[in-house]
């Protein structure tokens, strides 16, 4: 029995939904802990591509799928997905979700969007499904949750204070037509209604699953970089990513958490605004994106090219400390295969001061003022899509990722060398392997 996080470990798309897929198989439970359809989880089984943006990576194995409290559900996105899996002769009938995960409405959405166009050049960049403003009502504790769906007198009364106020933003402020609360009142009863056979308590079920020693995987979306706590605010999303979100996200104590699985891409991409030391633009930035056309960096949920770059070691060991990381998967080595030589930012130099930084001094606003240091190394010019061991790797790119691991202290158990299923190599068991122990230096 163990239950484990899978956490993205740089900005979001890092592969976690592959990982997910592939750990899923011996799990018994799939729980997503937060963030909304922002999310963009892509899984390739047997040459069928899926795009999962609510619901959990699981599905494809039959497995418990929960949508914890911790998420923003967008009720007409989530039925939008579901119809698609049983057109694709999937079957829903194991998915749950929480009645107190809270909803996105219409204004929300409007909000987003109109926000987003008045910042104009510090604009954030969302993905315009209406997460901020969801998770700003929830803090607010204005927010409207899946049970209020299944409840038509509570929604009116709720939609009765809320829908006047959400309109004199929008009018005011954005010039935007105002809503009628009597037209999403029975649009949202109708989701409710076809929503209601799935929704429940899903903490007491994840506990009862505790209690019953299943195997429960969290599956986090977004990324580190990207935690509103932790994360490159204010070019972040509005949720917690990181490892701890899954305690709140989902209703468990910290003490239920056996195992943080990080997964990073073997070289970095952003999707939205937002400080990015390591990008490449050019030749090196555009051969990052175009590698493999069939899996080119494209933004999944929004379909924006993402912003590429080299692996960034300093954010990378941040990414560990911040998760509590046990080991990590590295995906996407493959896209390396073509390259003369390949560069690791090491540490950062402050522009300003001109100060060195092997750790990253903070989040906080200089991280914006931070130059990368590299080192280079060899590229393998050799396709690793068919390696299956590490020792079928070639011998630079072996040594690329044992860099990669003794830079972030922490064991790479799982390489991925391409997006299907086989195309992966466990090097050491990703679930059950040791324990991190913290590194001499954090321990004087
Ligand atoms: P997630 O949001 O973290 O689940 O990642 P995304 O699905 O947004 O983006 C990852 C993309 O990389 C998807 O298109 C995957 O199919 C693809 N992918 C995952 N692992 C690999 C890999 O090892 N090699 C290649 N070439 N593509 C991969
Ligand atoms: P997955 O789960 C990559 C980014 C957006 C934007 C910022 C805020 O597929 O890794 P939001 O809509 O959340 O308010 O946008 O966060 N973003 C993601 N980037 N992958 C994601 O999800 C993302 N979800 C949000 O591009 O910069
Ligand atoms: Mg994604």
Redesign the pocket.
Known sequence: MANVVVV?AQ???EG?AKVTDLLAKNADVVVRYQ?GC????TVVVDGDTYKFHLIPSGILYKKLCVLGPGMVIDPKALLKELDALLERGLDAANLRISNTAHVTMPYHLALDAAEEDSRGDQK????K?G??PTYADKCARSGIRIEDLLDKKVLRAKLEWLVPRKNVQLEKLYNIAPFEIDAILDEYVGYGEKLSKYVCDTAELIFQSIGNRKNILFEG???TL?DLDHGSYP????SSPTAGGACIGAGIGPTSIDRVIGVSKAFMTR????PFPTEKEGEVGEMLRQTGKAWAEVG?TTGRPRRCGWFDAVLGRYSVRINGMDCLAITKLDVLDEFDEIQVCTAYKDRESGKTYKDLPSIGSRFQHMEPIYETFPGWKKSTVDCRSFEDLPSNARKYLDFLAEQLDVQIAIVSVGPKRDQTIVIEDPIHGPKRVLSKVAAV
């Open positions: 993205g900005f979001g798309d976690k963030g922002n999310a963009g989880h954030i960049g969302t993905t499904r997460i901020g979306a977004q990324g990207l070019f972040v999303t509005s999707v939205g605004e937002g999944v």
